[in-house]
């Protein structure tokens, strides 16, 4: 991995992991929210690319510098454009509620067998996944009981990725980057090929593993030293500093880069 400051490449899009990538201790500070505003300004797209629920991500699409979002690790996306809210979702409204039952049915299971862990803060305005916080607004569980939600999601034919607060599980074959793809070729017009060479991302944890490893122009914050045990496909960069001040440590190196 190489430091931030060695990038050397133009961007028109920067996909970006929210929770300890743009925030310290759960707050966006003012030096990251800045960032935000200088890339827009110098007409670069951010895009935020979270496992945070359907209910956040209406709000940073209408008030955040952004130009959407891709929520609940790859659910769906949001883009507030033209005075509209665009919402696309991989699933159709029937598949959803079958997927949500199932999910409840895992929610009492997971709760049960994992002392100390318990229901995201926001799982009530979720839509499409299910989020277990295990050190968000809990004493942080060790290791090997967050790997036994995981197992518990996947014993039940579900997906399960590992943020730096919460287990979110879903049923279905989408992801951060499936979702994020489909983003760039249905309102930007920029296919998964051309994405490469146009976009890059910043995330912190092991549910961002697959924007590392098909992004070249890949960063993340210092404290990804958290899981780089947990991380095969390793980001390109890595920032100096941790949290909201490594993001803009790299939204500094991508605008100095900007043609």
Same mark, same amino acid.
């Given at each position: 991995?190489?430091?931030?400051?060695?990038?050397?490449?133009?961007?028109?899009?920067?996909?970006?992991?929210?929770?300890?990538?743009?925030?310290?201790?759960?707050?966006?500070?003012?030096?990251?929210?800045?960032?935000?505003?200088?890339?827009?300004?110098?007409?670069?797209?951010?895009?935020?690319?979270?496992?945070?629920?359907?209910?956040?991500?209406?709000?940073?699409?209408?008030?955040?510098?952004? !130009?959407?979002?891709?929520?609940?690790? #790859?659910?769906?996306?949001?883009?507030?454009? /033209?005075?509209? @809210?665009?919402?696309? %979702?991989?699933?159709?409204?029937?598949?959803?509620?079958?997927?949500?039952?199932?999910?409840?049915?895992l929610q009492s299971q997971i709760l049960n067998q994992v002392p100390g862990c318990d229901l995201a803060s926001d799982q009530f305005c979720r839509l499409m996944d299910l989020a277990i916080d295990f050190c968000e607004d809990v004493n942080p569980l060790p290791k090997d009981q967050v790997q036994k939600i995981v197992e518990i999601f996947n014993q039940a034919g579900a997906q399960a990725k590992v943020s730096?607060?919460?287990?979110?599980?879903?049923?279905?074959?989408?992801?951060?980057?499936?979702?994020?793809?489909?983003?760039?070729?249905?309102?930007?017009?920029?296919?998964? !090929?051309?994405?490469?060479?146009?976009? #890059?991302?910043?995330?912190?944890?092991?549910? /961002?593993?697959? @924007?590392?490893?098909? %992004?070249?122009?890949?960063?993340?914050?210092?404290?990804?030293?958290?899981?780089?045990?947990?991380?095969?496909?390793?980001?390109?960069?890595?920032?100096?500093?941790?949290?909201?001040?490594?993001?803009?440590?790299?939204?500094?190196?991508?605008?100095?880069?900007?043609?």
């Amino acid at each position: 991995m190489k430091n931030t400051l060695e990038f050397s490449h133009s961007l028109k899009f920067l996909l970006t992991d929210i929770d300890d990538t743009l925030t310290d201790e759960g707050l966006l500070g003012a030096e990251a929210y800045e960032a935000l505003w200088s890339l827009r300004h110098a007409g670069i797209h951010v895009i935020p690319v979270t496992g945070r629920p359907a209910g956040w991500c209406e709000m940073i699409a209408r008030v955040w510098p952004v !130009s959407g979002i891709v929520g609940e690790n #790859g659910g769906f996306y949001f883009r507030y454009h /033209d005075r509209k @809210m665009h919402r696309h %979702f991989f699933f159709d409204e029937k598949t959803q509620k079958e997927n949500r039952l199932k999910l409840e049915q895992l929610q009492s299971q997971i709760l049960n067998q994992v002392p100390g862990c318990d229901l995201a803060s926001d799982q009530f305005c979720r839509l499409m996944d299910l989020a277990i916080d295990f050190c968000e607004d809990v004493n942080p569980l060790p290791k090997d009981q967050v790997q036994k939600i995981v197992e518990i999601f996947n014993q039940a034919g579900a997906q399960a990725k590992v943020s730096s607060i919460h287990v979110n599980g879903w049923f279905g074959s989408y992801d951060k980057l499936t979702m994020s793809l489909r983003f760039l070729e249905r309102e930007f017009n920029v296919i998964a !090929s051309e994405a490469k060479n146009l976009c #890059g991302f910043s995330g912190d944890s092991p549910n /961002d593993e697959p @924007m590392f490893a098909y %992004f070249p122009h890949s960063f993340a914050v210092a404290n990804i030293q958290n899981f780089i045990d947990q991380i095969s496909n390793k980001p390109t960069y890595v920032s100096r500093q941790r949290g909201g001040l490594g993001f803009t440590e790299i939204a500094s190196a991508i605008l100095k880069n900007k043609n």
